[in-house]
């Protein structure tokens, strides 16, 4: 199972971290990721990590402001989210697949449940 938390109200221009814990099972998990979907818009993708390594791939509206990473002792995975734009308003979600891919195809199957993330003008 994912838990996704820490999403918020936050202003323009400012951070947030959410984190994403996994519990049960990880032992066949190959990377967790995070998406979004803005309000009245498709889900979209915002970056990935491989479960074991260093790798990461992120969408291009993410890059430079985006950083996800992983802490394994505590399942968890992070986005670190700055200078954020009422534009990155969206409902937050992490989800894992335990496919061997490129990370640029990343396909989740597992998804918590998603955390708002609003960004006020």
């Known amino acids: 199972q994912l838990q996704a938390s820490g999403g918020g109200l936050v202003q323009d221009g400012g951070s947030l971290r959410l984190s994403c814990a996994a519990s049960?099972?990880?032992?066949?998990?190959?990377?967790v990721g995070w998406f979004r979907r803005p309000p009245g818009k498709e889900r979209e993708f915002v970056a990935v990590i491989k479960w074991s390594g260093s790798s990461t791939y992120y969408a291009d509206s993410a890059k430079g402001r985006f950083a996800i990473s992983r802490d394994n002792a505590k399942n968890t995975v992070y986005l670190q989210m700055n200078n954020l734009k009422p534009e990155d308003t969206a409902v937050y979600y992490c989800?894992?697949?335990?496919?061997?891919?490129?990370?640029?195809?990343?396909?989740?199957?597992?998804w918590g449940q998603g955390t708002q993330v609003t960004v006020s003008s």
């Open positions: 049960g099972r990880t032992s066949n998990t190959q990377a």
């Open positions: 989800a894992a697949d335990y496919k061997v891919l490129p990370l640029d195809a990343f396909t989740p199957t597992s």
